[in-house]
């Protein structure tokens, strides 16, 4: 499937994902491609992996193998909902191997997100694992294949299944199936939608579709920005379930080909085991921890701490910061573009240019990698080689349902509003789009969190406070709130709304 022309790309414009993994896996076989948290059985059933690129190639191709082998067409849209696991890259890599489209899903999607997003875009299978914290995840993916029609399979990696779930930990096995040679596809293969991905806008969820160019246009930028040494580690705490997670970890590790190290959730003990390991190297981690993990002696090993900010107007309250390292803020605008920059000498992050960015930014020579202005109606603009350019599915721009809209010029609006510096030329982002809360990584419509309360109790009463880690956190207050929270789940609600509603430990008496 085609959205688009074939010369957005950057490196090459035929290159792929998989081209990118095939490089690296030739320079460097036995070297090792990705490594699992180390507290990894404290979250899922199993033992920590590590691969090296032959064997994380061998796990792509069985697991290419296994979808075509369930008969999914070319194109065919699988959903994938891992935690931040060797089983993620290794999953999203193999659906683009069999010539489908990965759909990852955010972690704490829950049946009623869940089955929303993949009617939409027409989900053929679902790709989960037993288990992750306190979720059963495969029975979850059961229940949401249930609902929709054209989900046909079920599969997961982990123990204990159940019934009706193929099991795929057996394409980590030595002699792993031979790979099924997908149907070719016409013209440039680089061109075709390679992932899914879902935002939130002030009108609803909308599916964000991007080809192989569009994702490495992406992860370009970050890449470039941070000048990391070939063949150099990555620690990421970032899952792929968004455009960031690709963008700030998948993509710079197969451009730079060397190992990518997974964290999940966040535990500070294990980070500190893994960042201390680390030599040289990046470290790819939420903006609003920055300041506490710079205090701490967590950050004394890398070369480049890159720091994503889902909320990018906290970047204008930044202090300076020094590091050892070079600090380097992402931000995010949604599912729509990153945009990436080195501190200033003076440790304080860097305005955002009216017009063209370049990564290395202000480099002589240095390529676009994406351009920004302000709209009519004083919202951020971005038009670039990374920005998704085709409402997904293909047709849904003629109907009504929320799609991405593209104008005439290329530039999508990403809802941000900001204002423009007349000193200086650069924009400064003033507030997130309308009605729209951002939790850590999750975004949410005010209206339909209120909704849904609403649906599970007609009493309870639920608000976004300020949050110094999160943005934003959601607090929850019902007659019962052990009930309001039970009902919210059982409605298939997000996990941070229904949480919102966990009854909370009183203090002690003094």
Request: proline share 8%.
């Amino acid at each position: 499937m085609i959205l688009g022309g074939n010369d957005r790309g950057a490196v090459s414009d035929r290159t792929t994902l998989d081209d990118l993994f095939r490089r690296a896996g030739v320079r460097n076989p036995d070297a090792l491609a990705l490594a699992d948290p180390p507290n990894r059985e404290s979250f899922t059933c199993d033992a920590p992996r590590r691969l090296t690129f032959a064997q994380a190639d061998r796990a792509i191709s069985a697991f290419a193998a296994r979808l075509r082998r369930l008969g999914l067409p070319t194109d065919a849209v699988v959903a994938m909902q891992l935690p931040n696991t060797v089983e993620s890259p290794i999953a999203l890599l193999g659906v683009l191997r069999a010539g489908m489209i990965a759909a990852p899903l955010p972690l704490l999607w829950r049946k009623q997100e869940i089955v929303a997003a993949l009617k939409t875009i027409g989900a053929k299978a679902i790709v989960t694992t037993a288990r992750i914290e306190s979720c059963a995840h495969a029975e979850l993916a059961i229940h949401v294949a249930a609902e929709l029609f054209t989900v046909r399979h079920v599969c997961a990696f982990g123990d204990n299944l159940p019934d009706g779930v193929s099991p795929l930990d057996d394409v980590f096995a030595p002699a792993a199936g031979d790979f099924v040679q997908a149907s070719p596809r016409p013209g440039n293969a680089a061109a075709h939608v390679a992932v899914v991905t879902f935002d939130v806008a002030p009108d609803g969820q909308r599916a964000i579709a991007r080809n192989h160019l569009e994702l490495i246009a992406g992860g370009r930028g970050p890449y470039l920005e941070c000048g990391a040494d070939l063949d150099a580690m990555t620690i990421s705490t970032i899952p792929i379930g968004s455009f960031a997670g690709m963008a700030l970890a998948l993509v710079p590790w197969l451009l730079g080909g060397g190992s990518l190290h997974l964290h999940h959730g966040f535990d500070l003990a294990t980070f500190a085991t893994q960042s201390r390991a680390l030599e040289g190297g990046t470290i790819v981690l939420p903006g609003p921890a920055l300041a506490a993990l710079v205090a701490s002696d967590c950050l004394e090993t890398p070369s480049n701490i890159i720091a994503l900010w889902r909320s990018p107007e906290r970047t204008a309250n930044q202090v300076p910061r020094q590091a050892k390292a070079n600090l380097i803020d992402a931000a995010s605008f949604g599912e729509i573009g990153i945009i990436t920059a080195l501190r200033g000498p003076d440790g304080l992050p860097v305005p955002m240019p009216y017009g063209s960015i370049t990564a290395p930014r202000g480099a002589a020579g240095a390529p676009i990698i994406i351009e920004a202005l302000r709209g009519a109606a004083g919202a951020l603009m971005l038009r670039g080689p990374m920005v998704p350019s085709h409402a997904f599915p293909p047709g849904a721009e003629r109907g009504s349902e929320p799609h991405l809209s593209v104008d005439a010029m290329g530039f999508v609006d990403t809802g941000y509003k900001c204002r423009l510096t007349q000193h200086d030329q650069t924009l400064a982002i003033d507030g997130p789009p309308p009605g729209i809360t951002s939790v850590g990584g999750y975004r949410f419509r005010q209206n339909d969190i209120d909704w849904m309360v609403t649906e599970a109790d007609l009493d309870a009463v639920i608000l976004a406070l300020p949050d110094a880690m999160l943005d934003w956190r959601l607090a929850g207050n019902a007659e019962d709130r052990a009930v309001t929270a039970a009902s919210l789940a059982a409605r298939g609600a997000n996990a941070l709304i229904a949480g919102a509603f966990r009854p909370r430990a009183l203090p002690d008496a003094a």
